[in-house]
């Protein structure tokens, strides 16, 4: 769509690049070292895994929460194109319960944090896990709203929540 602007960044988590380990980081010395040992086969394997994780994810995001491109053409019209809609993908999964450690263990998940970004700030708007299975997404309260009943929601009960943002067009 025309005008609007969505950016995707990929958090690099401690552990995330396993076999390139700091090579990813490093100066060149450690680069060539990692190249002269072999390495940077593996690290390319890695890096279109991880390419192959992003696409995933995003695919399954934007099929099961179409709202993410309302938003973005929101924050585009109400900032006049001074902000933008940006996407951070955790590659690291984590394990997710329904209301924190300890209750209904719901799986391994990605996280995915979308922000409205400024030049100077950013607003925080939703957080989401995508299923390592890229089959099931769930809404996170990250702000532990007082009435909240759960930490983490299913796309259904968030829908059907007042914690669903309703957009003034």
Known sequence: MEGRKISFVVLAMAGLLTACGSRVWGDDSEISTALAFGEAEECTQNAKTREDTIVKISDCLSEQVPEIDDWAAYVDLKSDGQAYLYQTYDLETEEVYKDGAGSEYLGEYYSVH?????????????????????????????????DSEFEVYTLEEWRNSSYYPSLDV
């Open 114 to 146: 979308v922000s409205e970004m400024w030049e100077d700030h950013s607003v925080s708007w939703s957080t989401f896990y995508v299923s390592v299975n890229f089959d099931k997404v769930l809404w996170k309260d990250m702000v532990g709203l007082a």
